[in-house]
Protein backbone atom coordinates (compact mmCIF):
# COMPACT_ATOMS: atom_id res chain seq x y z
CA UNK A 1 0.00 0.00 0.00
CA UNK A 2 3.22 2.03 0.81
CA UNK A 3 4.52 1.82 -2.31
CA UNK A 4 1.58 2.35 -4.19
CA UNK A 5 1.11 5.60 -2.51
CA UNK A 6 4.55 7.10 -3.78
CA UNK A 7 4.10 5.82 -7.11
CA UNK A 8 0.90 8.01 -7.65
CA UNK A 9 2.89 10.81 -5.96
CA UNK A 10 5.53 10.76 -8.45
CA UNK A 11 3.24 10.04 -11.10
CA UNK A 12 1.03 13.58 -10.05
CA UNK A 13 4.31 15.28 -9.39
CA UNK A 14 5.34 13.76 -13.00
CA UNK A 15 2.38 15.74 -14.54
CA UNK A 16 2.28 18.67 -13.04
CA UNK A 17 5.97 19.20 -14.32
CA UNK A 18 5.20 17.78 -17.48
CA UNK A 19 1.97 20.72 -17.98
CA UNK A 20 3.89 23.54 -16.62
CA UNK A 21 7.00 22.96 -19.17
CA UNK A 22 4.57 22.64 -22.01
CA UNK A 23 2.57 25.90 -20.93
CA UNK A 24 5.80 27.73 -21.22
CA UNK A 25 6.58 26.02 -24.50
CA UNK A 26 3.44 27.45 -25.78
CA UNK A 27 4.12 30.60 -24.32
CA UNK A 28 7.56 30.87 -26.43
CA UNK A 29 5.73 29.89 -29.51
CA UNK A 30 3.28 32.87 -29.20
CA UNK A 31 6.53 35.55 -28.75
CA UNK A 32 7.86 34.45 -32.09
CA UNK A 33 4.39 33.88 -34.07
CA UNK A 34 5.26 34.16 -37.89
CA UNK A 35 4.14 37.44 -38.40
CA UNK A 36 6.66 39.07 -35.97
CA UNK A 37 10.04 36.97 -37.88
CA UNK A 38 12.87 38.50 -39.57
CA UNK A 39 12.63 38.51 -43.35
CA UNK A 40 14.45 35.36 -45.11
CA UNK A 41 18.00 36.00 -46.17
CA UNK A 42 18.34 37.19 -49.29
CA UNK A 43 21.33 37.58 -51.47
CA UNK A 44 23.09 41.26 -52.17
CA UNK A 45 21.34 42.41 -55.14
CA UNK A 46 18.97 39.62 -55.76
CA UNK A 47 15.56 42.09 -55.22
CA UNK A 48 12.79 40.31 -52.90
CA UNK A 49 8.96 39.67 -54.85
CA UNK A 50 6.33 41.07 -53.67
CA UNK A 51 5.47 38.01 -51.65
CA UNK A 52 8.90 38.07 -50.02
CA UNK A 53 10.66 35.02 -51.50
CA UNK A 54 14.16 35.40 -53.62
CA UNK A 55 13.22 36.41 -57.29
CA UNK A 56 14.45 35.01 -59.90
CA UNK A 57 14.60 37.11 -62.57
CA UNK A 58 18.04 38.03 -63.95
CA UNK A 59 20.35 41.03 -62.72
CA UNK A 60 20.02 42.35 -66.16
CA UNK A 61 18.31 42.34 -69.31
CA UNK A 62 20.30 43.29 -72.76
CA UNK A 63 17.33 42.11 -74.86
CA UNK A 64 15.98 45.81 -75.56
CA UNK A 65 19.42 46.89 -75.89
CA UNK A 66 20.83 44.81 -78.33
CA UNK A 67 17.67 45.39 -80.81
CA UNK A 68 18.42 48.92 -80.50
CA UNK A 69 22.22 48.50 -81.28
CA UNK A 70 22.53 45.88 -83.85
CA UNK A 71 20.95 48.13 -86.39
CA UNK A 72 23.39 51.09 -86.02
CA UNK A 73 26.48 48.92 -85.89
CA UNK A 74 28.60 48.66 -89.39
CA UNK A 75 31.54 45.87 -90.50
CA UNK A 76 34.55 48.12 -91.84
CA UNK A 77 36.36 46.47 -94.53
CA UNK A 78 39.42 48.47 -95.48
CA UNK A 79 42.42 47.46 -98.22
CA UNK A 80 45.49 48.98 -99.61
CA UNK A 81 45.07 49.11 -103.07
CA UNK A 82 48.81 47.95 -104.89
CA UNK A 83 48.70 47.07 -108.33
CA UNK A 84 45.90 45.61 -108.54
CA UNK A 85 46.23 43.01 -104.94
CA UNK A 86 44.22 43.96 -102.01
CA UNK A 87 46.56 43.87 -99.03
CA UNK A 88 43.83 43.02 -96.22
CA UNK A 89 45.46 43.99 -92.87
CA UNK A 90 43.72 42.03 -89.80
CA UNK A 91 42.38 44.16 -86.68
CA UNK A 92 44.97 43.56 -84.07
CA UNK A 93 47.60 41.22 -85.94
CA UNK A 94 50.15 42.42 -84.26
CA UNK A 95 50.81 41.02 -80.93
CA UNK A 96 53.51 43.83 -80.55
CA UNK A 97 50.98 46.66 -80.50
CA UNK A 98 47.70 45.30 -80.63
CA UNK A 99 46.08 48.72 -80.92
CA UNK A 100 47.77 49.47 -84.51
CA UNK A 101 46.78 47.11 -87.23
CA UNK A 102 43.74 48.63 -89.39
CA UNK A 103 42.24 46.50 -91.88
CA UNK A 104 39.17 45.13 -90.18
CA UNK A 105 36.70 46.41 -87.68
CA UNK A 106 33.51 47.70 -86.92
CA UNK A 107 31.48 50.86 -86.87
CA UNK A 108 28.54 52.67 -85.51
CA UNK A 109 26.46 55.11 -87.64
CA UNK A 110 26.53 58.62 -85.83
CA UNK A 111 24.12 60.45 -87.76
CA UNK A 112 20.44 59.27 -89.94
CA UNK A 113 22.42 61.09 -93.33
CA UNK A 114 25.61 58.79 -93.28
CA UNK A 115 28.27 59.65 -90.63
CA UNK A 116 30.11 56.70 -89.14
CA UNK A 117 32.52 56.74 -86.03
CA UNK A 118 35.36 54.10 -85.98
CA UNK A 119 38.86 53.74 -84.71
CA UNK A 120 41.65 55.70 -86.77
CA UNK A 121 43.72 52.36 -86.56
CA UNK A 122 40.88 50.51 -88.62
CA UNK A 123 41.34 52.53 -91.72
CA UNK A 124 45.07 53.58 -90.89
CA UNK A 125 47.01 53.52 -94.19
CA UNK A 126 44.37 52.64 -96.31
CA UNK A 127 43.10 53.74 -100.06
CA UNK A 128 39.72 51.76 -100.10
CA UNK A 129 37.12 51.41 -97.46
CA UNK A 130 33.27 49.27 -97.54
CA UNK A 131 30.97 49.54 -95.08
CA UNK A 132 28.23 46.74 -94.68
CA UNK A 133 25.49 47.11 -92.75
CA UNK A 134 23.23 44.72 -90.22
CA UNK A 135 21.01 44.15 -92.92
CA UNK A 136 24.08 43.17 -96.06
CA UNK A 137 23.77 46.79 -97.43
CA UNK A 138 27.39 47.69 -98.84
CA UNK A 139 28.39 51.44 -99.46
CA UNK A 140 31.80 52.60 -100.38
CA UNK A 141 32.97 55.03 -97.99
CA UNK A 142 35.37 58.23 -97.92
CA UNK A 143 37.57 59.13 -94.81
CA UNK A 144 36.10 62.53 -93.67
CA UNK A 145 38.63 63.18 -91.16
CA UNK A 146 40.66 61.18 -88.40
CA UNK A 147 42.67 62.20 -85.19
CA UNK A 148 45.49 59.48 -84.30
CA UNK A 149 46.35 61.02 -80.93
CA UNK A 150 43.06 59.99 -80.11
CA UNK A 151 42.29 57.07 -82.13
CA UNK A 152 38.80 58.27 -83.95
CA UNK A 153 38.20 58.68 -87.10
CA UNK A 154 34.69 59.64 -89.41
CA UNK A 155 33.63 57.59 -92.12
CA UNK A 156 31.09 59.23 -94.84
CA UNK A 157 29.07 56.89 -96.88
CA UNK A 158 25.86 57.83 -99.51
CA UNK A 159 22.62 57.22 -97.33
CA UNK A 160 20.16 58.75 -95.64
CA UNK A 161 17.79 57.37 -92.73
CA UNK A 162 20.37 55.32 -91.37
CA UNK A 163 19.13 53.98 -87.73
CA UNK A 164 21.74 55.45 -85.04
CA UNK A 165 21.75 55.91 -80.99
CA UNK A 166 20.99 57.79 -78.54
CA UNK A 167 23.69 59.55 -77.10
CA UNK A 168 24.69 58.72 -73.38
CA UNK A 169 26.69 60.99 -70.81
CA UNK A 170 29.87 59.31 -69.81
CA UNK A 171 30.78 61.38 -67.05
CA UNK A 172 27.86 59.89 -65.54
CA UNK A 173 28.75 56.18 -65.95
CA UNK A 174 29.60 54.41 -62.85
CA UNK A 175 31.89 51.31 -61.97
CA UNK A 176 29.93 48.20 -61.47
CA UNK A 177 27.22 49.59 -63.92
CA UNK A 178 26.25 46.74 -66.77
CA UNK A 179 27.43 47.63 -70.11
CA UNK A 180 27.00 45.67 -73.78
CA UNK A 181 29.64 46.17 -76.02
CA UNK A 182 28.82 45.29 -80.06
CA UNK A 183 30.64 44.57 -83.12
CA UNK A 184 32.05 42.00 -85.41
CA UNK A 185 34.54 39.71 -84.01
CA UNK A 186 36.99 37.34 -85.26
CA UNK A 187 34.93 37.74 -88.42
CA UNK A 188 31.74 36.75 -86.57
CA UNK A 189 29.28 39.86 -87.60
CA UNK A 190 26.35 41.47 -85.36
CA UNK A 191 27.71 40.20 -82.20
CA UNK A 192 27.05 41.24 -78.92
CA UNK A 193 28.68 40.90 -75.52
CA UNK A 194 28.13 41.95 -71.72
CA UNK A 195 29.79 42.70 -68.52
CA UNK A 196 30.53 45.64 -66.20
CA UNK A 197 32.35 48.41 -65.62
CA UNK A 198 35.30 47.84 -64.08
CA UNK A 199 37.31 51.26 -64.47
CA UNK A 200 37.49 54.38 -65.71
CA UNK A 201 39.84 57.34 -66.77
CA UNK A 202 42.55 54.28 -67.94
CA UNK A 203 45.55 54.89 -69.19
CA UNK A 204 47.58 52.27 -71.13
CA UNK A 205 49.92 54.15 -73.04
CA UNK A 206 49.34 53.00 -76.73
CA UNK A 207 48.87 55.95 -78.43
CA UNK A 208 52.13 57.01 -79.39
CA UNK A 209 52.44 60.84 -79.15
CA UNK A 210 53.29 62.47 -76.03
CA UNK A 211 50.09 64.28 -75.89
CA UNK A 212 47.53 61.66 -77.11
CA UNK A 213 44.52 61.67 -74.86
CA UNK A 214 43.85 58.02 -73.32
CA UNK A 215 40.76 58.58 -70.50
CA UNK A 216 39.27 54.99 -71.47
CA UNK A 217 36.38 53.16 -70.15
CA UNK A 218 37.59 49.61 -68.80
CA UNK A 219 35.34 46.94 -68.78
CA UNK A 220 35.14 43.29 -69.07
CA UNK A 221 32.85 42.85 -71.76
CA UNK A 222 34.27 40.14 -74.09
CA UNK A 223 36.02 42.25 -77.33
CA UNK A 224 38.05 40.30 -79.99
CA UNK A 225 40.04 41.34 -82.91
CA UNK A 226 37.09 43.11 -85.15
CA UNK A 227 35.35 44.55 -82.56
CA UNK A 228 37.42 47.88 -82.67
CA UNK A 229 35.66 51.03 -83.67
CA UNK A 230 32.07 49.14 -82.60
CA UNK A 231 30.09 50.51 -79.73
CA UNK A 232 29.65 50.25 -76.14
CA UNK A 233 26.21 50.82 -74.57
CA UNK A 234 24.44 51.07 -71.32
CA UNK A 235 21.67 48.31 -70.42
CA UNK A 236 19.64 51.32 -71.88
CA UNK A 237 20.93 50.68 -75.36
CA UNK A 238 22.70 54.66 -75.23
CA UNK A 239 26.22 55.00 -76.75
CA UNK A 240 28.48 55.14 -74.22
CA UNK A 241 31.68 54.43 -76.14
CA UNK A 242 33.90 53.46 -79.20
CA UNK A 243 35.90 50.05 -78.09
CA UNK A 244 39.37 50.43 -78.93
CA UNK A 245 41.63 48.06 -77.40
CA UNK A 246 42.14 44.82 -75.40
CA UNK A 247 44.60 43.69 -72.81
CA UNK A 248 46.07 41.02 -74.02
CA UNK A 249 49.46 38.90 -74.34
CA UNK A 250 47.78 36.63 -77.17
CA UNK A 251 45.85 39.06 -79.10
CA UNK A 252 42.68 38.05 -78.20
CA UNK A 253 40.28 38.58 -74.89
CA UNK A 254 41.73 37.79 -72.41
CA UNK A 255 39.82 39.39 -69.09
CA UNK A 256 39.81 43.57 -69.81
CA UNK A 257 38.57 45.54 -73.01
CA UNK A 258 39.30 49.46 -73.37
CA UNK A 259 36.77 52.14 -74.47
CA UNK A 260 37.19 55.85 -75.39
CA UNK A 261 34.33 57.25 -73.74
CA UNK A 262 31.31 58.82 -75.61
CA UNK A 263 31.98 62.45 -74.11
CA UNK A 264 35.14 62.52 -75.86
CA UNK A 265 34.33 61.42 -79.15
CA UNK A 266 31.63 63.65 -80.11
CA UNK A 267 34.00 66.16 -79.51
CA UNK A 268 36.47 65.21 -82.13
CA UNK A 269 33.92 63.58 -84.21
CA UNK A 270 31.97 66.90 -84.08
CA UNK A 271 34.85 68.81 -84.90
CA UNK A 272 35.96 66.62 -88.11
CA UNK A 273 32.64 66.90 -89.39
CA UNK A 274 32.22 70.96 -89.58
CA UNK A 275 35.97 71.43 -90.05
CA UNK A 276 37.39 68.21 -91.62
CA UNK A 277 40.10 67.81 -88.90
CA UNK A 278 40.02 68.13 -84.77
CA UNK A 279 40.43 71.56 -83.07
CA UNK A 280 41.93 71.20 -80.14
CA UNK A 281 42.80 73.22 -77.27
CA UNK A 282 45.85 73.30 -75.19
CA UNK A 283 46.44 73.85 -71.76
CA UNK A 284 49.96 74.22 -72.27
CA UNK A 285 51.48 72.55 -69.67
CA UNK A 286 53.95 69.12 -69.01
CA UNK A 287 51.99 67.50 -66.49
CA UNK A 288 52.09 64.11 -64.51
CA UNK A 289 50.24 62.53 -61.90
CA UNK A 290 50.37 63.31 -58.10
CA UNK A 291 52.06 60.60 -55.82
CA UNK A 292 52.35 60.69 -51.84
CA UNK A 293 56.39 61.31 -52.20
CA UNK A 294 55.05 64.33 -54.19
CA UNK A 295 52.44 65.62 -51.76
CA UNK A 296 55.35 65.56 -49.22
CA UNK A 297 57.72 67.24 -51.15
CA UNK A 298 55.45 69.97 -52.20
CA UNK A 299 53.89 70.72 -49.05
CA UNK A 300 49.77 70.02 -50.33
CA UNK A 301 47.79 68.16 -47.57
CA UNK A 302 46.35 66.18 -50.83
CA UNK A 303 47.27 62.75 -52.48
CA UNK A 304 45.07 63.01 -55.84
CA UNK A 305 45.71 65.45 -58.47
CA UNK A 306 48.05 66.17 -61.82
CA UNK A 307 51.41 68.46 -60.84
CA UNK A 308 52.16 71.04 -63.65
CA UNK A 309 55.91 70.49 -64.31
CA UNK A 310 56.63 72.92 -66.47
CA UNK A 311 54.62 75.99 -68.64
CA UNK A 312 55.31 76.60 -72.62
CA UNK A 313 55.65 80.18 -72.82
CA UNK A 314 52.69 81.61 -74.38
CA UNK A 315 50.46 79.00 -73.52
CA UNK A 316 47.16 79.18 -72.36
CA UNK A 317 48.20 78.54 -68.57
CA UNK A 318 51.67 80.68 -68.31
CA UNK A 319 48.84 83.29 -69.74
CA UNK A 320 46.42 82.81 -66.99
CA UNK A 321 48.93 82.57 -64.35
CA UNK A 322 49.64 78.86 -63.48
CA UNK A 323 53.00 78.41 -62.48
CA UNK A 324 55.23 74.74 -61.59
CA UNK A 325 54.53 72.73 -58.83
CA UNK A 326 50.51 73.82 -58.82
CA UNK A 327 48.76 70.82 -58.19
CA UNK A 328 45.51 71.00 -60.24
CA UNK A 329 42.54 69.13 -58.33
CA UNK A 330 39.50 70.52 -60.16
CA UNK A 331 38.06 71.51 -63.77
CA UNK A 332 34.87 73.45 -63.28
CA UNK A 333 33.27 70.76 -61.46
CA UNK A 334 35.24 67.42 -62.57
CA UNK A 335 37.21 66.52 -59.77
CA UNK A 336 40.23 65.68 -61.31
CA UNK A 337 42.44 62.17 -59.99
CA UNK A 338 45.01 61.48 -62.32
CA UNK A 339 46.69 62.57 -65.61
CA UNK A 340 44.18 60.79 -67.69
CA UNK A 341 40.76 62.69 -65.79
CA UNK A 342 42.60 66.09 -66.79
CA UNK A 343 44.11 65.15 -70.53
CA UNK A 344 39.87 63.93 -71.38
CA UNK A 345 38.39 67.02 -69.64
CA UNK A 346 40.77 69.72 -71.11
CA UNK A 347 40.98 67.18 -74.83
CA UNK A 348 36.77 68.03 -74.63
CA UNK A 349 37.32 71.81 -74.49
CA UNK A 350 37.46 74.37 -78.02
CA UNK A 351 39.34 76.85 -78.32
CA UNK A 352 38.63 80.33 -76.83
CA UNK A 353 36.42 78.32 -73.49
CA UNK A 354 37.03 79.26 -70.28
CA UNK A 355 37.40 76.76 -68.02
CA UNK A 356 38.07 77.05 -63.64
CA UNK A 357 40.95 75.34 -62.53
CA UNK A 358 40.76 74.85 -58.97
CA UNK A 359 44.91 74.30 -57.85
CA UNK A 360 46.91 73.82 -54.75
CA UNK A 361 49.70 76.32 -54.56
CA UNK A 362 51.54 74.87 -51.12
CA UNK A 363 49.12 75.08 -48.59
CA UNK A 364 46.83 77.21 -50.09
CA UNK A 365 43.95 75.90 -52.83
CA UNK A 366 43.47 78.80 -55.68
CA UNK A 367 41.15 79.38 -58.55
CA UNK A 368 41.88 80.02 -61.61
CA UNK A 369 39.99 80.87 -64.47
CA UNK A 370 42.01 79.68 -67.54
CA UNK A 371 41.15 80.72 -71.49
CA UNK A 372 41.82 77.86 -73.91
CA UNK A 373 44.49 78.50 -76.69
CA UNK A 374 45.19 76.44 -80.02
CA UNK A 375 48.97 75.02 -79.94
CA UNK A 376 51.37 77.56 -81.08
Known amino acids: MKQFLLLLCAAVLGGLIAGYFTLQSQKFRAVVAPDSLPPPIRLVNQPASAGGTNSSEPAADFKAAAKMVTPSVVHIAARVTEDGKDAIKMLFDRQDSPQRGGGEGSGVIYTSNGYVITNYHVIEATNEITVTTNRNQTYGATIVGFDEKTDIAVLKVE ?218
Open 159 to 376: ADELPYLEMADSDDAEIGEWVMAAGNPLSLNSTVTAGIISAKGRSLQLLRDRDAIESFIQTDAAVNPGNSGGPLVDIQGRLLGINTAIASKTGLFQGYSFAIPINLVRRIADDIIEYGSYQRAFLGVEIYSLTADDAIKLGVQITQGVVVEDLLPGGSAEVAGLQPNDVIIQVNDRVIRELPDLTEIIGRTKIGDEVLLTVFRGDEAKEITVKMLPAE
